[in-house]
């Protein structure tokens, strides 16, 4: 298995698994057919995998569960938040381009939006990016113990993949996509 293949299975399994609507990697350059191949399997159990910046040496890969990212996107609250920061879109992937032009230099705080983070969490970091109580996978502003409790189902599914790749098993074998 290639170190990028093993670097999405980490940083990305619990999008695959369905605990989360996306993921972001920062992978290295050189093993795009790697990242072409694993987009083209995993597109048929409803995966997109979106080059959202590169430079010289990095590309930063964005990974989300279409119809989930939509239906979020398209919420009156998350839709009327994006709206705040020049959003204008009918579709998740119009949304995305979006996203994509505003990658420039310093990440959009409304990242976390969809990256499927919880909106009081994103409306929480913008407020008080240093107030937050607990940090995670995002940074926790409200709903603690539910997020606690969100970080362990990450951490354990994350172990649980990353045991199966140092077996020897794919990406593909793991989530059973052909």
């Keep these: 298995m290639s170190a990028t293949e093993y670097a999405i299975g980490r940083h990305c399994g619990v999008t695959f698994a369905g605990l989360k609507i996306a993921s972001l990697v920062s992978l290295r350059k050189g093993e795009e057919d790697v990242i072409q191949t694993l987009s083209r399997r995993f597109a048929g159990k409803g995966f997109a995998f979106i080059l959202l910046r590169e430079d010289e040496e990095r590309l930063l890969v964005y990974i989300c569960h279409r119809a989930r990212l939509t239906k979020y996107l398209f919420s009156p609250d998350v839709r009327a938040f994006l709206a705040r920061f020049g959003y204008e879109y009918g579709s998740a992937e119009e949304a995305l381009e979006q996203l994509k032009r505003r990658m420039n230099g310093e990440f959009p705080h409304e990242i976390g939006v ?9 409306c929480g970091f913008l407020r008080d990016p240093d107030g937050c109580i607990l940090c995670g996978a995002w940074k926790v502003y409200e709903n603690v113990g539910e997020a606690a409790r969100t970080f362990e189902r990450f951490r354990r599914c994350s172990a649980c993949i990353c045991r199966h790749m140092d ?5 593909t074998q793991i989530f059973n996509v052909v």
């Design 114 to 122: 969809f990256l499927g983070y919880p909106l009081c969490d994103v």
């Design 167 to 171: 077996r020897g098993r794919s990406l």
